[in-house]
Nanobody, 125 residues
Framework: QVQLVESGGGLVQAGGSLRLSCAASGRTFGSYTMGWFRQAPGKEREFVAATRWSGGSSYYADYADSVKVKGRFTISRGNANTVYLQMNSLKPEDTAVYYC??????????????WGQGTQVTVSS
């Protein structure tokens, strides 16, 4: 049974940092792309970042400049079954539930197969 469990969310002031972790179990995720989505209140779930274990390629959402995550957020894999999201220079607009996701054949624009329960990130101004 595949499980993705997120941790590391919390309340932080604007300009602060948080590191989200996701631990996957139930199989070896070496061939999977793992990543993060987020959903703010009243908004649709949106892609944040993803990374492959093999080759180490990483991808980030292309948001508007005012809320761009590339350069502030860094995704990394600790091993085949863990993924992290280091979030720096946090803004109130980053407030959302952050979800870990995984898929062996991740396709941009298509929801991944596996999801965690989510972890709340709240950034106060």
């Amino acid at each position: 049974q595949v499980q993705l469990v997120e941790s590391g969310g919390g309340l932080v002031q604007a300009g602060g940092s948080l590191r989200l972790s996701c631990a996957a179990s139930g199989r070896t995720f070496g061939s999977y792309t793992m990543g993060w989505f987020r959903q703010a209140p009243g908004k649709e779930r949106e892609f944040v970042a993803a990374t492959r274990w093999s080759g180490g390629s990483s991808y980030y959402a292309d948001y508007a400049d005012s809320v761009k995550v590339k350069g502030r957020f860094t995704i990394s894999r600790g091993n085949a079954n863990t993924v992290y999201l280091q979030m720096n220079s946090l803004k109130p607009e980053d407030t959302a539930v952050y979800y870990c996701a995984a898929d062996p054949a991740w396709v941009a624009g298509t929801p991944p197969n596996y999801w965690g329960q989510g972890t709340q990130v709240t950034v106060s101004s």
